[in-house]
């Protein structure tokens, strides 16, 4: 499984991933708070299926 996340696009994942995961714990405390782990978790393994599916590589060459 190839890298297909770029390093800018890992930690804006990161961020939205955190801030959204933050519902679970401050106000509204909603459930929904838990699709944060979605751009947590493919910003820190950095790879996200849709990208491989759609063919989109924002790692740039190595």
């Known amino acids: ?14 961020i939205v991933g955190l801030a959204v995961l933050s519902l ?3 106000d509204p405390r909603t459930m ?7 751009p947590l978790g493919t ?3 950095g790879w996200c299926p849709p990208y491989a599916l759609i063919g989109i590589n924002t ?3 190595k």
Not at 1 to 14: E, F, L, T
Not at 32 to 37: I, R, S, T, Y
């Open 1 to 14: 499984m190839a890298q297909n996340v770029g390093k800018i696009d890992r930690v804006i994942r990161i």
């Open 24 to 26: 679970v714990f401050v």
């Open 32 to 38: 929904w708070g838990l699709l944060g782990l979605i």
């Open 59 to 61: 790692c740039g060459t």
């Open 43 to 45: 910003g820190l393994i």
